[in-house]
């Protein structure tokens, strides 16, 4: 199976801070990867797909990118509604799997 | 608009069967993947597996292949998740997500708990 890992665990950030958050997959993954946010109480949400592919409705601070076995979501300016557990998604090979997740706090 | 909704949640005890539904509505099912996804009380996100637009192919987590079927009717517009040898673990709250490839549109979800 694929493990993918997260990091870090906990992310404390301001308002307006630029912010990163990492992927990293045991095997080349070849792009196949999309990024879920899921808000307190909430279902999952997708945000990016395909790596860097934008859903539709979700705002443009939001960028994904990487390739191999490393992957980054990116948010340009920290919102206080952007406070949420992100998850990365692998589908490149069977059994698909989830990151254990970053877990976004306002500082 | 796309609206998913599980049904068939609740109490049941170890060892015991359930089974969950999805009912889709506000796009074309047949003509897409279906998968159901997982998450226990606090933890993180675990895919199940997801079933094909013909029920052809379906595909398992392995630790589960066993113990739980996805299939579909596409006359009726849902997804099941027939659950078998419920234990302690299997406790979470259970997605139904439509999945061209990524999940774009998710259910609500539904609570399972396996307690005596």
């Known amino acids: 199976d694929i493990q993918m890992t997260q990091s870090p665990p906990v992310l404390s950030a301001s308002v307006g801070d630029r912010v990163t958050l990492s992927c990293k997959a045991s095997?080349?993954?070849?792009?196949?990867l999309d990024w879920y946010q899921q808000k307190h109480g909430e279902a999952p949400k997708l945000l990016i797909y395909?790596?860097?592919n934008l859903q539709t409705g979700i705002p443009s601070r939001f960028s994904g990118s990487g390739s191999g076995t490393d992957y980054t979501l990116t948010i340009s300016s920290l919102q206080p509604e952007d406070v949420a557990t992100y998850y990365c998604?692998?589908?490149?090979?069977?059994?698909?799997?989830f990151g254990a997740g970053t877990k976004l706090e306002l500082k | 608009e796309v609206k998913l909704v599980e049904s068939g949640g609740g109490l049941v005890q170890p060892g015991r069967s359930l089974k969950l539904s999805c009912a889709a509505s506000?796009?074309?099912?047949?003509?897409?993947?279906m998968g159901w996804v997982r998450q226990a009380p606090g933890k993180g996100l675990e895919w199940i597996g997801e079933i094909n637009q013909d029920s052809s192919t379906i595909n398992y987590t392995p630790s589960l292949k066993d113990k739980f079927t996805i299939s579909r009717d596409n006359a009726q517009n849902t997804l099941y998740l027939q659950m078998s040898k419920l234990g302690s673990e299997d406790t979470a709250i259970y997605y139904c997500?439509?999945?061209?490839?990524?999940?774009?549109?998710w259910g609500q979800g539904v609570m399972v708990t396996v307690s005596s």
């Open positions: 095997q080349n993954i070849n792009k196949n």
């Open positions: 998604y692998q589908y490149n090979s069977g059994p698909y799997t």
């Open positions: 395909y790596t860097n």
């Open positions: 997500a439509r999945a061209p490839g990524y999940f774009d549109y």
């Open positions: 506000g796009f074309s099912f047949n003509d897409y993947w």
